[in-house]
Each structure stands twice: as C-alpha cells, then as structure tokens.
C-alpha cells in the first residue's frame, strides 16, 4: 500500500516538473533551441543565474513584492538615475522594451517590462505618459544589492553602465543580455521563439 502510494505521488510530482525540466532543456540545452537551427540572436548567460526572491521598493514607494520577477518573461534595463532623468540611452531602451512587448499582441501577457535603478526615480510626466506598465524598482538597499550582484559578470564593465537589456524567464532566471546596438528585432526573435517552446508563463 504505501509503495503504492509513493508511485502515485511520485508520477504526481513528474507531471508538475516534466513539462518545466523539458522547457530548459530546450532553450538552455540546445545550441540552435531546435526549430530549425536557429541560433540565438543575444547573449546567452550560461549557466542561467537566479534572481533572488526579494521585495524591492518601486518608485511610487510601494513594495514590489518579492516574487515580481516571477510568473512572466521579463525584459529588463538596468541603469544609474540622476535626478530622476532618464537620458538618451535610458529612453531608448525603455522605448525599445516596451515596442517588443507590444509587437505580442495577445501574447504580451506574458511578458513584462522592468527597470532596475540606482538612485532617484523617475522623470515625470515622461514615465507615466510613455510607459505606463513599467515596473521601476530601487536597487539602492541591501535586497537591491542581492539582485544587482546576479547582473555583474565577472571582468566585466558594471552592469549600471553597460545600458545592456536583460532577459529572464519566468522562474527567475537571467538567461539572456543584449548590448546597447542590438536591435529589437533580434531581441523579439529571440523571445518569440522561447514563447513558442515554454508553456511556463
């Protein structure tokens, strides 16, 4: 009885992790994500890093909960806030995110946009006219230390000053970078085809 028991729950637990085990298999374990060939247009962060499950503190001084980085694919920018501005390459990043996101149609659902910031936020009325839906959120505490460390890759320029956008799936995991010069075509090949081959999210 109790031997069948343990089967039950453990064929239980494989339905639960297979369909997840086989998503990272395919965006992780293979060199072209298998349709086709095709290669990743980005940087693939190998192995993927974790973020931590921690609350940060958003720019309109609310909690952002410590699973914000959770449930959805998330295109994120990093950068260093002066007075709340938001400078050439900051804009054109959000500008770039949020036009990826839209291009999803039914789809962008799935996907959230956020910006991870040092110091003060954000330049108003720019951000509430141009990108309402944007998750803001302070990296200027002890949690926001945690998080920003998973950003920084080892001999590299600090992720505050890269104005790189970062891709991480829905468990948390960064997983993609792209510089500055990538174009938004690349970075929404690259989510699209992820979309296609995880049901997570």
């Known amino acids: 009885m109790k031997k069948s028991r343990r089967r039950t729950l453990g064929l239980l637990a494989a339905l639960f992790v297979a ?4 998503s990272f298999f395919l965006y992780y374990g293979l060199d072209g994500w298998g349709a086709g060939g095709a290669v990743n247009r980005g940087e693939l962060i190998s192995p993927a890093r974790p973020l931590p499950a921690v609350s940060l503190t958003t720019a309109a001084g609310t909690d952002t909960g410590a699973e914000f980085l959770r449930g ?5 920018y990093v950068d260093r806030m002066d007075s709340g ?4 390459r900051c804009r054109d990043a959000l500008y770039q995110i949020r036009q990826i996101r839209l291009t ?3 789809k962008a659902e799935r996907i959230q946009r956020v910006l991870l910031y040092s110091g003060t936020c954000c330049q108003e009325p720019f ?3 141009e990108h309402e839906g944007l998750i803001a959120a302070g990296l200027d ?6 998080v920003l460390q998973v950003f920084t890759m080892t001999g590299e320029t600090p992720p505050m000053e890269t104005g790189r956008i970062y891709l991480s799936d829905p468990l948390g995991n960064l997983m993609m970078s792209y510089p500055t010069q990538a174009s938004a ?6 989510l699209k085809r992820l979309l296609k081959l995880s049901h997570i999210g």
């Open 185 to 190: 075509g690349d970075i929404r090949e690259d």
């Open 72 to 76: 959805k694919w998330s295109l994120i």
């Open 19 to 22: 369909p997840v085990a086989v």
């Open 104 to 106: 999803f149609n039914e």
């Open 127 to 129: 951000f509430s006219r």
């Open 141 to 146: 505490s002890m949690a926001g230390a945690r």
């Open 85 to 88: 501005a938001c400078d050439k």
